[in-house]
């Protein structure tokens, strides 16, 4: 693996419960950051508390890092991962055309969602002791569209609209070698460089989008994302600035 980044290091797995638990129970001892890929997964998540599907053939990994600086600037690395798999799925496919990023963490392809994020932390007085990037990436197939909840983008995979067989050992390698360049990145410049590169990217930049939360709904032009990772959406009664929230199209 000549593209892996220098001091990262691999627990590969063939079974699991999810590859975000397996970074949990490792991270006691880890030394550095490591990436933890399963095979197969049987209890694997998404965003608030949903369950995600991952057939055989598919990424399931989760980067466990201990990240410096406060929890906000940690909760950024949404941001550089998104970027990270963006160049993978270039690297594996050779075009950018139909990628996009979408607010706050995921990659679609073609318009429909080919890869989600979640990241989970635990906290070590006024920072982070550990942080968890869990990534799942449809590449060889994408779940049912019935497996999704009204009104979300319908799944899709590399494999479906691209043509390409990518294995998860040669995707992930992809992936961990982007996502080094762009954590260094970060690390060194900070978030502008990495909300710039984002940008250049986002799906619906400049349209009329919805973003709900259990509690509101939001409708606006997407307008940006600010410096502190929140959706910035311009509406009838004004910007407002959203630090979470569920983005339909």
């Known amino acids: 693996m000549t593209k892996w980044p220098q001091g990262y ?16 129970r490792i991270a006691p001892n880890a030394r550095g950051p490591v ?24 990424l399931a ?15 950024l690395r949404s941001f550089v991962a998104a970027l990270a798999l963006f160049d993978a799925c270039v690297a594996v496919t050779g075009r950018a055309a139909g990628l996009s990023l979408k607010w706050p963490n995921d990659v679609l392809l073609n318009g429909g969602k080919l890869a989600g994020i979640l990241l989970e932390s635990t906290g070590q007085g006024h ?15 994408a779940p049912d569209a019935d497996a999704v909840e009204p009104g979300a983008v319908r799944p899709v995979s590399l494999l479906s609209e691209t043509g390409a067989h990518v294995s998860p050992e040669d995707f992930l390698t992809e992936l961990a070698a982007a996502y080094a360049a762009y954590e260094t990145q970060f690390v060194t410049y900070g978030f502008e460089p990495i909300r710039t590169a984002w940008l250049s990217r986002a ?11 259990g509690t509101s709904e939001t409708v606006g032009t997407f307008e940006t994302v600010d410096a502190s990772g929140n959706l910035v959406l311009n509406t009838a009664k004004g910007r407002v600035s959203i630090p979470a929230a569920d983005v339909y199209f």
């Open 203 to 213: 799906a619906r930049l400049g349209e009329v989008i919805t973003a709900r939360t």
């Open 127 to 141: 920072g982070v002791a550990h942080l968890s990037i869990g990534i799942g990436v449809n590449l060889a197939n």
């Open 9 to 24: 290091g691999l627990h590969e797995v063939q079974e699991v419960d999810s590859t975000l638990n397996e970074a949990a």
């Open 61 to 75: 990994a989760t980067l466990l890092m201990r990240p410096q600086g406060a929890p906000e600037q940690a909760a």
């Open 35 to 58: 990436w933890i890929m399963a095979h197969h997964q049987t209890a694997a998540r998404g965003r608030r508390g949903r369950s995600w599907a991952n057939p055989m053939g598919n």
